[in-house]
């Protein structure tokens, strides 16, 4: 079963790399107001039952993939 | 007194740290990260560098190494445990100490002698310096930012758990003496026990003249006592 994980920085959180991408883009002449720069991970998980599958990414994300300081997480299934 | 120097892949400060520490008349082991009992040990230090390249997040890795539980145990039962740049990053990832440390505000590497005041010497680790002396030290790197939560931000200062604040030659702690964007110019922090340190700067690259200065000394000279 396969997951994607995105994990971004909170909202309150500093993201110095997305506002200078931000800022490289609306030079370009893009038209935007705001980017959060994030990580993505796919994950190929060794589990039939759904349920059980999602709550192992769970983990995976609390565990290591994110820093629930500063970080939050979105799991979807591929 | 017993120390312990963890090392990892791309650990690059263990080496001066040894040196640092065996000047100050510790019997010092070197520990591989994949060993799972450590020495015994009065004091732990987690050494800068770049463990794992930086991979995921600085420090995330490293965080999860098999000798880490035994740090963890050893930290819980009051052992001494010293965490420099990348070691400081490393035990934030652990959860031995709280708060993390994001990209430099600039997202610049930064290399360079700065100027930190102690503030706090009531500990083992600082009691030989004077409260608010200020000391030249030198940081390299590129996650420095310390940044945590209102709450516990508040517990730091409640509680005197601020080792060291970026400041100014005068002393002063304002923004312009802020080198990487650091909550409330923060750059150490003891847990609530005062057993561990996490620090950004580099006291082991202070002790011999020749090279440097000596201000990173008394906190080696702290431990010995």
Same mark, same amino acid.
């Given at each position: 079963?396969k997951?994607?994980?995105?994990?971004?920085?909170?909202?309150?959180?500093?993201?110095?790399q997305?506002k200078v991408v931000?800022?490289t883009?609306?030079?370009?002449?893009?038209?935007?107001s705001?980017?959060?720069?994030?990580?993505?991970f796919e994950?190929?998980?060794?589990?039939?039952?759904?349920t059980?599958?999602?709550?192992?990414?769970?983990e995976m994300?609390?565990k290591l993939?994110?820093n629930?300081?500063?970080?939050?997480?979105?799991v979807?299934?591929l | 007194?017993?120390?312990?120097?963890i090392?990892f892949?791309g650990s690059?400060c263990?080496?001066?740290i040894?040196v640092a520490l065996?000047?100050?008349?510790?019997?010092?082991k070197?520990v591989?990260?994949?060993?799972?009992?450590?020495?015994?040990?009065?004091l732990?230090?987690?050494?800068?560098?770049?463990s794992y390249?930086?991979y995921?997040?600085?420090?995330?890795?490293?965080g999860?190494?098999?000798i880490?539980?035994?740090?963890?145990k050893?930290?819980?039962?009051?052992c001494?445990?010293?965490g420099?740049?990348n070691?400081?990053?490393i035990?934030?990832e652990?959860g031995?100490?709280?708060?993390?440390?994001?990209r430099? +505000? !600039?997202?610049?590497?930064?290399? *360079?002698?700065?100027?930190? #005041?102690?503030?706090n &010497? /009531?500990?083992?680790f600082?009691k030989?310096y004077?409260?608010?002396?200020f000391?030249?030290?030198?940081?390299?790197?590129?996650?420095g930012?310390?940044f945590t939560?209102?709450?516990?931000l508040?517990?730091?200062k +409640? !509680?005197?758990l601020i080792a060291? *604040?970026?400041?100014?030659a #005068?002393?002063?702690i &304002? /923004?312009?003496?802020?080198?990487?964007?650091?909550l409330?110019?923060?750059?150490g922090i003891f847990?609530?026990k005062?057993?561990?340190?996490?620090?950004?700067p580099?006291?082991?690259?202070?002790v011999d003249?020749?090279?440097?200065?000596?201000?990173?000394?008394?906190l080696?000279?702290?431990?010995?006592?």
């Amino acid at each position: 079963m396969k997951f994607s994980v995105t994990v971004t920085l909170k909202k309150d959180v500093l993201d110095p790399q997305g506002k200078v991408v931000q800022n490289t883009l609306i030079n370009l002449g893009m038209n935007l107001s705001n980017i959060r720069q994030g990580k993505y991970f796919e994950i190929e998980v060794n589990e039939k039952d759904q349920t059980k599958a999602e709550k192992n990414v769970d983990e995976m994300c609390k565990k290591l993939l994110a820093n629930l300081i500063i970080e939050d997480y979105k799991v979807n299934k591929l | 007194m017993k120390s312990s120097v963890i090392v990892f892949p791309g650990s690059n400060c263990d080496r001066d740290i040894a040196v640092a520490l065996t000047k100050m008349q510790f019997k010092n082991k070197m520990v591989w990260h994949k060993e799972t009992r450590l020495p015994k040990s009065d004091l732990i230090v987690v050494p800068g560098g770049f463990s794992y390249g930086d991979y995921l997040r600085s420090g995330a890795i490293a965080g999860k190494s098999l000798i880490i539980d035994e740090v963890i145990k050893a930290a819980n039962n009051g052992c001494l445990v010293l965490g420099i740049c990348n070691g400081f990053q490393i035990l934030t990832e652990t959860g031995l100490l709280k708060g993390t440390l994001l990209r430099n +505000k !600039n997202l610049k590497f930064i290399n *360079k002698d700065v100027q930190i #005041k102690v503030m706090n &010497n /009531d500990t083992k680790f600082t009691k030989k310096y004077k409260k608010n002396q200020f000391l030249k030290i030198n940081i390299a790197h590129n996650e420095g930012n310390f940044f945590t939560d209102p709450l516990h931000l508040e517990k730091l200062k +409640k !509680n005197n758990l601020i080792a060291f *604040k970026y400041c100014d030659a #005068k002393g002063d702690i &304002n /923004d312009e003496a802020n080198p990487n964007g650091s909550l409330e110019n923060i750059a150490g922090i003891f847990n609530t026990k005062k057993n561990i340190l996490g620090m950004m700067p580099h006291p082991e690259r202070m002790v011999d003249d020749l090279i440097s200065n000596t201000d990173g000394i008394n906190l080696f000279s702290s431990l010995i006592n």
